[in-house]
C-alpha cells in the first residue's frame, strides 16, 4: 500500500523515527536497505546550519544512492532562521523537511524550539510556511500532543499546520510534561485522523513488534507509523513489516559488524565510534541468551579489533532468551527518544 507523500511515493506506511544519536547516516541506510519507506534525520540545529559548524555538517551526510527521499529534521524557534537553514539544507541536498516540535528536552525548549512550539501554534505554521516558501520542499511536523495535561492543543496546533501547507504530521501522543512515562495514547491519533483533511498523520509511540505497528495502522486509521524503540537493535522490523523473514544468526551478527565499520566510517575516530556504538550493541543484543554479560563485556573495550571479535562471537551464537527478553531495565532507550 503505497502511500502520497508531497511529490514523493513511498512503497509503505511504515518509516523510521528521528532519533538523537541514532538516526545517522549509517543506521539511516541500513532501515532504508532493510525496507523502511522513510528514515528521516536526527535533529539538526538551524542555528548550526547556519554557521556551518562543522558537527551539524556531519548531520547532514547521506548515501544518495540509497535515501530517497532525503528527509531532514531542523529544530529551532525563529521562523526566518528556520527558512535559511532550510534553504541550507537543500543546498546539502535535502528533498524534504521536518519540524521538530515535539522535542520536551530543556536545551531545546528553552530557546523556544522542539515542543515549546507547542505554546505557539502561530509561530509554529509560520515556521512550516516560511520554510515552503523559501525552499519548495514538502514540509512535514512532528508535535506531542501537548504541553501538559491542561493544555493539549494537538487538534489546534493540526489545523494551523495544515493551513500553513504542511504535508505529514507525526504525533507523539504523550505530553511534554509526561516524557515517556506512561502509556502513549492512540486515541489522539485517531482523534487527529478524523479531524484532519488533506495532510497526512503519522503515528508514532509505544510501536514495539511488527504485531504493534499493524494495531496502530488498523486501529487509528493513521496513514503512516513512525518506528523508534522497534527499530533499535532490530532494523529487520520493516523487513518483516513486509512479509519478509526475522534475521538468522549468521545474518544478525554480519549487519551488526557491518553496522560498526559503518558507524567507525562514519564517526572517523575508532575509539570515539566504539564508544558511542555502545548502545546499538546494547539494543542489539536485548532478548538473547546471555545479554547482560555481553553488555558488561563491550562496555569495559575501547578497541575497534576487541569489539568486533566480541560482537563476532556472541551475535554467532546467541540464541532468543525470554528471560532476557523481559530484562529490559537494563536496556536505556531514552537516550534516542528523548
Known sequence: MSVVYGPYRLPHPYVLAPMAGVSEQPFRVL???LGAALCTTELVSAQGLLRASARTLRYLRHDAQVEHPYSLQVFGGEPEAMAQAAVVAKDWGAEAIDVNMGCPVKKVTRNGAGSALLCDPARAAAIVRDIHAATGLPVSAKIRSGWDAHHRN??????????????????????????????ADWAVITDLVRHRHKMLIVGNGDVKTPADARRMLESTGCDLVMIGRGALGNPWIFRELQGGAAPTLAERAQVVLDHLLAHVAFVGEPLAAVRSFRKHLGWYSHGLRGAATFRSEVNQLAELADVQRAARRFFAE?????????????VDYRSALG
Open 31 to 33: 532501515a532504508f536497505r
Open 154 to 183: 494537538y487538534l489546534e496546533m493540526a489545523e494551523r499546520l495544515e493551513d500553513a501547507g504542511c504535508v505529514a504530521l507525526a504525533v507523539h501522543p504523550r505530553t511534554r510534561a509526561q516524557g515517556y512515562a506512561g502509556a
Open 318 to 330: 546467541a540464541e532468543g532468551d525470554a528471560a532476557a527478553e523481559a530484562d529490559e531495565q537494563e
